[in-house]
Structures are given as C-alpha cells and as structure tokens.
C-alpha cells in the first residue's frame, strides 16, 4: 500500500529537478533585484543600525532611547507613559548608582524633561538643566552657522570640535554613563571615528533635506491666512527668524537668541516644587540664548521650547504674543525695527491661523516622507520582504503623524479621510505576503489625493 | 521698514553671537581622543617648561616646541582615566614638567592661549 503512494524514481528526479530549477531561478531574480552597493548608503544604514542599537558599554541606553523614530525622533510624556518600567530611558529609577543627580523622574515622567550638565559636572546636585528631547530630524539644513555648527538646544551640544559628528561623544558622556565618575573605558566606551561618521551620515539623512520656499499655494482658507501673517515683517515677524520655516534667519543661517523662554511665568515643572535651575542657555556661564529650532517638523514634536513650556502648536505661536517674548532682547530687537516699536503683537484668531499653516505644512511634510518610504518599499522585490516591512512600519507611523496633526487642529477632514485610508491600506500591506505592491500602489494614491486637498500642484 | 533692512539688522544683531564647543562634557574625554579636534587643532606632548611669572607652558611635541599663555579662562583637567578614576578639574599648580599633556589653543591662527590642557595623571 505505501508503495503505491510512494512517487517512482524517474518521478522524484523530475521533483528534484523543478525544485532545483525554482531554487536556481529565485537566486536569479534575487541577483537581478541586487543593486550595486552604495558606500554612502551602507555607511548611513551602520549609523542607523549604532543609533538604536549601540549602548557603547554604558547603562543600556542607546540614542534611541530618547529619540524614537516612532514619535519623530523625540519623546513626549504620553509616549513615556506607554514605555515599560525596565526601559532604558528609566535608568536612574532602577540603577542605584544613578539614583541621584542622574535624572530627575518626576520631571521625566511629568514633562519629558532630561537631565543635562552644560555647565559642568562639579556641583551635580545644583548646577543642570532640565531639557526637552530635540528631534533630529533635518539637520542637513538647520545648524550650519557663520560661526560654527549650532547643536543641540543651545547650539553648544557637541564637544570636540563642536560639529554634528562630535555630537555623540557627549551624548554617551552624559547620557549612557554606568556611574556618575563617568570614567571612559570603565563607565562606557566612546565611539570609534567610523562610529562618528556613520552616526553623522545617519542624522543628516533624516527628514528633509532642504529648506521649504514659501508661499506655498495651500488651499486651506486659515492655513493660507496663517502663511499671510508668518510671512509679513510687519505683523507674525516669524519669517525673519524662521526663514521658509526652517530654522535659519531669512537672510542667512542658523542662529541663537534670547527669546524669553526662560522668563515664562507657570513653566510646569517650576510649579512641582522641584529644584529646575534657571538655564542660562548658549556658553558657560550662559547667555541666555537659545538655538532656533525649524518649525516644519514642529506641530508633531512637541512639547514645545527647550523646557517643554507648553504642549500645543497653539500655544507656543502664543508665546510670541505674550510679555515673556515682547520683553526678552528678541522681542524688543523686533520692537526696534517696527515703524510702531511693537514686536509681536496677534489676536486669537490670528494664533489659531499661523498654528494651523504651520500643521498644514508639517502635514505635508508627513506626506512627502510617507510617499518617500513607500515609493522605497514598491522598489523592494519579494525576498527584500523585511526590509520593505520596515520601511511599511514607519509610512504607517508617518501617516498617522499627519492625521493627528491636522484633526488636532480641526483642519482639513477629507484630507484626513484619505490618509486614515491610506494608513489602513499599507498596515494591510504590510502584512500581505502576494498583494503588498498593489496595496503600496493603492496608498501612494489616497496620500496623493489627501496632499492634493492641502495644496495646489505645481504646474 | 523694508526687509532688507531688517534683515540687515538682523544679521547685525546675530554676529554678536558665536558658536563654540560645549566644554563640560570635553573634560572626560582621555587625551587625545577629541573628535575633530585632538592632533588637529591640539598639540600632545610633554611638559618641558613652566613660567609661573608669565603663566606660560611650553611643551615638547613631535613638531617642536611649543609654548602657549593660560589664562583666566583656560581650563585645566586632570585626565585619569589610565587610573580608570574619574577626571577631575585641574589648577595651574598641575602643570608639572615632566607629564604628558593636550593643549587646545583658542583661534588657531593666533596660537597664543590655551583653551583647554589635560593633563595625563598615570601613576599615584
């Protein structure tokens, strides 16, 4: 009986043989899918890989710890709250020797605060700042400055030589140590030069890679409204610091000033009662300023300022409204060049505008990324199956981000529509084994169609 | 007023500002390891002379030697990391003839001061 289920010999070669030949023809496409290598792509890919990855021997941290790519490469405290107790972001709550003058957890868990040493490290316990997370995102066109590279909330961030690529050296110091002797070779490693470049290459590949040239043709009638007075010199004055709402001066590069930030009256963690030392921003002693961040990328990586001041787009566009701002040497160097001595001066209405166009355009920005990283995984064939879910993963987040950031506004809920569309279409390919190109084809239309709400093609 | 002029003032108004190094991290970092800067903006070698009077060091390093002010504003930071003990901040006094040190001078051009010096502590 097992005999006359059992194929003959001839018949089993002939198995063997069209297994074989498919085997040979899936390495043959696989070979025709293979493109030669680029050096800047795979050193781009080791500095993705050290970022989320590489502790440098320290305490388990790595520089994803706090810039997660799911929240835009920053940290807020609802995403803080969804992270389990061991995650290394809480290292100071569960390691003994970084219990103290670490970290402040309230503070962390609160407000997205973390603990920093711009001023040295001799009097722990009263000299620090507490600082919100910056994203990294499109630092290709944000830090260069006549004077040097501005990084970091104040633009001193890096050590060494002050640039991008210094960056992380201090990061593992103060961030990824294992005690607070901060001992290189004991309580961490440093990175290698390669581990520099790459990290270097990783970061400026991030988001956009050059500056917006505004006005854009929006079709929104408040976000259009809110581009009108961003872009006039003589009521929202955005546009002088915040050139094409990037983060360079219309005239030039990055910069720092003294905003008034600090001024603020009722900063959160002010009202806890913890110790929160005046920061004295840029140098040591401070001078008070503080780097210009972009505001492309703003509505969705808040909160907002270096200290996390306030939680909304809407807010931090009313900051400049207020007397913090109008006092600092800012507002009244604005104040100076106002035929009327007034710096900023906006009614409610005209708040509500400026923040709208700034989350139409950080919409688009979401947009072009998602399209970007679909386009990427529709070039991907079927064996490159995980990497294509990696690039899926994050247009999802991507999506998501531009939904959220236009429904929190209340603005443009077809648009809306269409992208919760194509977020259900690339989870869904995501998961598909045969239809994930047509399914990446489908969503690359609706993102299309939700841009096409937001703003007029270029003809 | 125009946007020229503001922008004008503007760029005046930003000169005042320069950019630096953050220097509180710097102080861990073992000598001659600085990204970007050790061995290119930084002389390595060993201290053949101290002018307390004129507050100079004059160090030897393969290219010669060297001798740099320090100033006021010149930090100085015990590097003991072949101690595996953590680096300390330093004082003048430190600058022993003799130790092995890293001298980042201010504005390359000038050569004149020294904005940081760490120096190497390897025994007791």
Same mark, same amino acid.
């Given at each position: 009986?097992?005999?006359?289920?059992?194929?003959?010999? *001839?018949?089993?070669?002939?198995?063997? +043989?069209?297994?074989?030949?498919?085997?040979?023809?899936?390495?043959?496409?696989?070979?025709?899918?293979?493109?030669?290598?680029?050096?800047?792509?795979?050193?781009?890919?080791?500095?993705? !890989?050290?970022?989320?990855?590489?502790?440098?021997?320290?305490?388990?941290?790595?520089?994803? =710890?706090?810039?997660?790519?799911?929240?835009?490469?920053?940290?807020?405290?609802?995403?803080?709250?969804?992270?389990?107790?061991? !995650?290394?972001?809480?290292?100071?709550?569960?390691?003994?020797?970084?219990?103290?003058?670490?970290?402040?957890?309230?503070? %962390? +868990?609160?407000?997205?605060?973390?603990?920093?040493?711009?001023?040295?490290?001799?009097? #722990?316990?009263?000299?620090?700042?507490?600082?919100?997370?910056?994203?990294?995102?499109? @630092? +290709?066109?944000?830090?260069?400055?006549?004077?040097?590279?501005?990084? &970091?909330?104040?633009?001193?961030?890096? *050590?060494?030589?002050?640039?991008?690529?210094?960056?992380?050296?201090?990061?593992?110091?103060?961030?990824?140590?294992?005690?607070?002797?901060?001992?290189?070779?004991?309580?961490?490693?440093?990175?290698?030069?390669?581990?520099?470049?790459?990290?270097?290459?990783? @970061?400026?590949?991030?988001?956009?890679?050059?500056?917006?040239?505004?006005?854009?043709?929006?079709?929104?009638?408040?976000?259009?409204?809110?581009?009108?007075?961003?872009?006039?010199?003589?009521?929202?004055?955005?546009?002088?610091?915040?050139?094409?709402?990037?983060?360079?001066?219309?005239?030039?590069?990055?910069?720092?000033?003294?905003?008034?930030?600090?001024?603020?009256?009722?900063?959160?963690?002010?009202? $806890?009662?913890?110790?929160?030392?005046?920061?004295?921003?840029?140098?040591?002693?401070?001078? &008070?300023?503080?780097?210009?961040?972009?505001? /492309?990328?703003?509505?969705?990586?808040?909160?907002?300022?270096?200290?996390?001041?306030?939680?909304?787009?809407?807010?931090?566009?009313?900051?400049?409204?207020?007397?913090?701002?109008?006092?600092?040497?800012?507002?009244?160097?604005?104040?100076?060049?106002?035929?009327?001595?007034?710096?900023?001066?906006?009614?409610?209405?005209?708040?509500?505008?400026?923040?709208?166009?700034?989350?139409?355009?950080?919409?688009?920005?979401?947009?072009? @990324?998602?399209?970007?990283?679909?386009? @990427?995984?529709?070039?991907?064939?079927?064996?490159?199956?995980?990497?294509?879910?990696?690039?899926?993963?994050?247009?999802?987040?991507?999506?998501?981000?531009?939904?959220?950031?236009?429904?929190?506004?209340?603005?443009?809920?077809?648009?809306?529509?269409?992208?919760?569309?194509?977020?259900?279409?690339?989870?869904?390919?995501?998961?598909?084994?045969?239809?994930?190109?047509?399914?990446?084809?489908?969503?690359?239309?609706?993102?299309?169609?939700?841009?096409?709400?937001?703003?007029?093609?270029?003809? | %007023? =125009?946007?020229?002029?503001?922008?004008? %003032?503007?760029?005046?108004?930003?000169?005042?500002?320069?950019?630096?190094?953050?220097?509180?991290?710097?102080?861990?970092?073992?000598?001659?390891?600085?990204?970007?800067?050790?061995?290119? /903006? $930084?002389?390595?070698?060993?201290?053949?002379?101290? !002018?307390?009077?004129?507050?100079?060091? =004059?160090?030897?390093?393969?290219?010669?030697?060297?001798?740099?002010?320090?100033?006021?504003?010149?930090?100085?930071?015990?590097?003991?990391?072949? #101690?595996?003990?953590?680096?300390? =901040?330093?004082?003048?006094?430190?600058?022993?003839?003799?130790?092995?040190?890293?001298?980042? /001078?201010?504005?390359?051009?000038?050569?004149?001061?020294? !904005?940081?010096?760490?120096?190497?502590?390897?025994? *007791?």
């Amino acid at each position: 009986m097992r005999s006359s289920v059992r194929a003959s010999k *001839p018949h089993r070669f002939r198995r063997l +043989r069209l297994a074989g030949g498919l085997f040979v023809a899936a390495l043959a496409l696989a070979a025709c899918n293979a493109k030669p290598p680029d050096p800047q792509a795979a050193l781009i890919a080791k500095g993705r !890989d050290i970022f989320f990855n590489e502790t440098f021997d320290g305490n388990g941290r790595t520089c994803g =710890t706090c810039h997660r790519e799911e929240r835009n490469f920053t940290i807020d405290p609802a995403f803080i709250a969804t992270l389990p107790k061991n !995650d290394a972001l809480f290292v100071a709550e569960f390691n003994p020797d970084l219990k103290q003058n670490f970290e402040n957890p309230r503070l %962390m +868990r609160e407000f997205g605060l973390i603990l920093e040493n711009q001023d040295g490290f001799d009097d #722990l316990p009263n000299r620090f700042n507490m600082r919100g997370v910056p994203h990294v995102l499109a @630092q +290709r066109t944000s830090i260069a400055s006549p004077q040097g590279p501005r990084t &970091g909330w104040s633009g001193d961030g890096a *050590p060494g030589d002050g640039s991008l690529r210094s960056f992380a050296t201090g990061a593992v110091i103060q961030h990824f140590t294992r005690t607070l002797n901060r001992v290189a070779g004991v309580d961490f490693r440093l990175p290698t030069d390669l581990e520099l470049d790459a990290l270097e290459a990783f @970061q400026l590949s991030l988001g956009r890679q050059g500056d917006l040239q505004l006005p854009l043709a929006l079709r929104g009638t408040v976000a259009k409204r809110g581009q009108e007075i961003f872009l006039d010199n003589g009521l929202g004055k955005c546009n002088v610091c915040h050139g094409n709402a990037g983060a360079n001066l219309a005239v030039g590069n990055n910069a720092n000033f003294n905003s008034g930030v600090e001024d603020l009256p009722d900063q959160p963690a002010r009202l $806890t009662g913890e110790k929160v030392p005046r920061d004295d921003g840029f140098g040591r002693p401070g001078d &008070g300023t503080f780097n210009t961040p972009p505001l /492309v990328e703003a509505a969705d990586t808040g909160p907002f300022f270096h200290n996390n001041a306030v939680a909304t787009i809407e807010a931090a566009v009313a900051f400049y409204d207020g007397e913090a701002f109008n006092n600092s040497p800012a507002g009244k160097f604005l104040a100076s060049t106002d035929p009327k001595g007034v710096g900023i001066e906006l009614d409610g209405t005209q708040i509500a505008a400026v923040a709208a166009f700034l989350r139409v355009i950080n919409a688009l920005e979401n947009i072009r @990324q998602s399209l970007e990283l679909l386009a @990427q995984s529709e070039a991907l064939g079927f064996f490159e199956r995980a990497q294509a879910r990696q690039l899926l993963k994050r247009a999802v987040s991507e999506t998501g981000d531009s939904i959220a950031v236009l429904t929190g506004g209340g603005l443009h809920p077809e648009a809306a529509a269409d992208l919760g569309e194509a977020r259900r279409l690339i989870e869904r390919a995501v998961h598909s084994l045969f239809f994930r190109h047509s399914l990446v084809r489908e969503a690359i239309q609706a993102q299309n169609r939700a841009r096409a709400q937001l703003i007029e093609e270029r003809k | %007023m =125009t946007a020229a002029r503001i922008a004008v %003032m503007i760029a005046a108004f930003c000169a005042m500002s320069h950019a630096h190094a953050q220097r509180a991290t710097e102080r861990y970092i073992p000598l001659g390891q600085s990204p970007g800067v050790s061995q290119r /903006v $930084t002389w390595i070698g060993e201290i053949a002379a101290v !002018d307390e009077s004129k507050r100079t060091l =004059t160090i030897v390093e393969p290219a010669g030697r060297r001798t740099v002010g320090i100033t006021e504003k010149t930090r100085i930071w015990l590097d003991r990391t072949k #101690l595996k003990q953590p680096n300390l =901040t330093g004082s003048f006094a430190d600058l022993q003839k003799g130790r092995r040190v890293e001298v980042k /001078v201010q504005e390359a051009e000038r050569r004149q001061a020294a !904005d940081w010096v760490k120096v190497e502590i390897a025994g *007791p």
